[in-house]
């Protein structure tokens, strides 16, 4: 069968490593994420490549003529040369565990090497001499099925953090993992991974998935959604008033709106991050507020009462206290723009509501939170609507129209117009504060007349 080859677009610098590496008898290959990339067609910038065939000592001694060299770890047979994004590795041996104990092995074999990756769709590589594809476990036939696939289920388990990184590749990819994956993943252990880890394979899904909500969906399924997400788990079944929500459960309105968040424009992965984040906790608190009043479901407060939630939620998988102190926010909030519009809320209103976000958060990204619990309400799919919601678009007008959609006005008083009058501590502070909330609430654009307000 003839095989398939592939070149990829690799730096100049890249080519002329390689073609030392050739002449010492050795073989570069790229492997990982970047070889799934390019078959799927999708733009990759991470770069990682195995060298076979040769010592650590070698190939430092050949990427030494081409830059500085960093040890990223050189333990652990990775070595970097300073100017190029690329992690250069030998082929190894990981003990289970926390600390590995690695063992380096230039003359393993190709099919035991990419047997250590965790998926079929991870463990290829490409020559990058003679730009053959090295697929040894069937990975680009299930890159094509939509199947993932360990490639060795005993070294599956050795790392617990692999069950999250099939999560991501779910919600990424739209693959489904296969029976005995499945299986593995319904029971395998948990314990060791650290927060960062994990905070990192959900920071991929959110990021990089169209429907994130499949990988959450999938945690559910294999039974394990209640033991890493206990305060989400407990949406299962929360039934809600079917006028207002008709595509069913709490849990089932949370997975559709954070697909709407994931779909919606962000300026930045830190605004994206915060507002799925948001999305993923702005109904917690319905689990414990529901009731039936006068025959109608309602979840009063649900809003207060979904904060602590979020916080002990948010405090399993991020160190993070600036984006769990947003997603608190986003969450007491989350309401704020359809009942501003429908209440008739005066400008004053939203002015002190950008204070209240601020620092962490602001009443774009809010309005983007209530965008997608809006858009999380479809009946007959899982798929998210698409609809605009003329509440939430005039808020944004009105926002827009007061410069705070981003932070807050601005005071006009600061401590030096006030240093001849009063005193620098806390006497002061409490009457910059009065002036500015008199600012906020009456219009005051002038400064001599903020002062005689306070005076």
Known sequence: MKSTKIEPVVPILVKKIVDQIDHKGGRALLVGGAVRDLLLQIPTKDLDIEVHGITIDELQSILSHFGQVSLVGKAFGVLRVHGLDIDWSLPRKDSSGRHPVVAVDPQMGLPEAFK?????????????????????????????????????????VEDPLRLFRVMQFIGRLGMKPDDQLNEICTYMSLKGISVERIESEIDKLFLKSKRPSLGIRWLKDIGRLGELFPELAATIGVQQEPEWHPEGDVFEHTMQSIDAAAQLPFDSHEEKLMALYGVLCHDLGKAVTTKKIDGRLRSLGHEDAGVPLAKSMMKRFTRRIELMNAIAKLVKHHMAPVAFIKTKAKLPAYKRLAVKLAP????????????????????TSELPLTDEIPEIIQFLKIAENAAIMHKPEEPILQG????????????????????????????????????????
């Not at 991870?122 to 360990?150: F, V, Y």
């Open 416 to 455: 030096r117009d006030v240093i001849g009058i009063i005193q620098p501590g806390p006497q002061m502070g409490e009457l910059l504060k009065r002036a500015y909330e008199i600012q906020i609430e009456h219009g005051i654009k002038d400064k001599q007349e903020l002062l005689k307000r306070i005076l």
């Open 360 to 379: 962490e958060t602001n009443i774009q990204l809010l309005a983007k939170v209530s965008l997608a619990d809006r858009r999380g309400r479809n009946g």
């Open 116 to 156: 250590r990756r965790d998926l079929t769709i991870n463990a290829m590589g490409i020559d990058l001499k003679t730009h053959e594809l090295i697929d040894p476990w069937g990975g680009q036939a299930d890159l094509q099925n939509g199947i993932l696939r360990a490639p060795d289920t005993a070294l599956f």
